[in-house]
């Protein structure tokens, strides 16, 4: 059976047409395409468009999902960077079909967690995983996104999203005690978003960029772009001063960063205990998989004092599949379908 599914976020749009096979698991992606969201005056306007792309008719499809990053409310989306309004009911008519349904977007990626396979991931840490333990992920991209999933009744994972991301940043060293007195002079209040996310990122190097060593100099050239090109993704543009240029500002600013996800990543280890898994979503993982894999992730995700030994049982894993929103939607219209 076939099922829509779509990722919609604040620039652009996913769709695919998946089919299932009769164990419940994803056999085929059928249709795939990828929308900017600038280029068209609605979302009903992106479903004729995949429809008239890959030619698929509405009979074709038994129930469609869509993951939507932003507050559903009775069943309607006001995105803050778009003239858009999503409405249940009207994709409901466009497709001709009731078995629609609107998730946000992270408890999208919770549902997609159930489709990953062994090399959607890279595991950090073994552990001792329990069957039907409680599972927990969180992943820093455009924001901080924190959730958990426990085993229902009838031998499903229930996901429960939370507003996670925005719990006080609670800094670990005198570095890090610095960094929140330096962002607390900007707002009344630091979450851990402000430091773990895109901006996050952009927060420390202007941090560190305000707090320079003895003899360290901004690099010019990253100066020009930050203050000159209105078009670059700042974030990325520190992450590849760090890695490829090796720019000692951006170095010490996503050391700081990855110091940072390690010890939030142990404080939802201990908050939750998920025994079933602990996952690392979002974009920015993958892209400083061998970052944190050389240390100082992981040093800081263990230091949790007498309770260090706690969080060693738990099974920790970056998903390195990035469609893994999008799966999770197909899977959840899946549900709808078989309950």
């Known amino acids: 059976m076939a099922v829509l599914s779509g990722d919609i976020g604040g620039t652009s749009t996913r769709i695919q047409l998946v089919e299932f096979n009769?164990?419940?698991?994803?056999l085929t992606v059928l249709q795939n395409k990828r929308y900017s969201n600038s280029n068209y005056v609605s979302f009903l306007q992106i479903i004729d468009t995949f429809f008239s792309d890959t030619k698929v008719e509405k009979k074709q499809i038994k129930s469609a999902c869509f993951a939507v990053a932003g507050p559903?409310?009775?069943?309607?989306?006001?995105?803050?960077?778009?003239?858009?309004?999503?409405?249940?009911?009207?994709?409901?008519?466009?497709?001709?079909?009731?078995?629609?349904?609107?998730?946000?977007?992270?408890?999208?990626?919770?549902?997609?967690?159930?489709?990953?396979?062994d090399h959607d991931l890279c595991t950090l840490q073994v552990g001792k995983p329990k069957k039907n333990g409680i599972k927990a992920y969180l992943g820093a991209g455009t924001g901080l996104g924190v959730g958990f999933m426990t085993m229902g009744c009838d031998g499903n994972y229930v996901v429960c999203p939370t507003e996670g991301g925005h719990v006080d940043f609670a800094p670990i060293d005198d570095l890090q005690i610095e960094l929140l007195r330096y962002l607390r002079r900007k707002a009344h209040r630091v979450s851990y978003e402000r430091v773990l996310s895109g901006l996050g990122l952009v927060n420390i190097y202007h941090f560190v960029r305000d707090n320079k060593i003895f003899g360290e100099e901004e690099n010019p050239e990253l100066?020009?772009?930050?203050?000159?090109?209105?078009?670059?993704?700042?974030?990325?543009?520190?992450?590849?001063?760090?890695?490829?240029?090796?720019?000692?500002?951006?170095?010490?600013?996503?050391?700081?960063?990855?110091?940072?996800?390690?010890?939030?990543?142990?404080?939802?280890?201990?908050?939750?205990?998920?025994?079933?898994?602990?996952?690392?979503?979002?974009?920015?993982?993958?892209?400083?998989?061998?970052?944190?894999?050389?240390g100082k992730f992981m040093e800081t995700y263990a230091d949790k004092g007498r309770m260090s030994n706690l969080i060693q049982d738990i099974p920790l894993h970056v998903v390195t599949n990035t469609d893994v929103g999008l799966q999770g939607a197909a899977f959840y219209a899946h549900k709808l379908i078989c309950g």
């Open 72 to 117: 559903i409310i009775a069943g309607v989306v006001k995105f803050t960077n778009l003239p858009w309004f999503i409405r249940l009911d009207e994709i409901k008519a466009k497709l001709d079909n009731n078995r629609v349904a609107l998730i946000n977007d992270f408890e999208g990626i919770g549902y997609g967690l159930e489709t990953l396979e």
């Open 223 to 294: 100066r020009f772009l930050i203050e000159t090109d209105k078009t670059v993704d700042i974030a990325a543009t520190v992450a590849k001063f760090a890695i490829q240029h090796k720019d000692i500002l951006s170095i010490r600013a996503l050391d700081i960063f990855i110091s940072v996800y390690g010890a939030a990543t142990g404080n939802l280890a201990l908050t939750a205990l998920p025994y079933g898994g602990l996952f690392i979503v979002g974009g920015i993982a993958p892209k400083l998989l061998p970052q944190i894999q050389k």
């Open 22 to 26: 009769q164990d419940n698991n994803i």
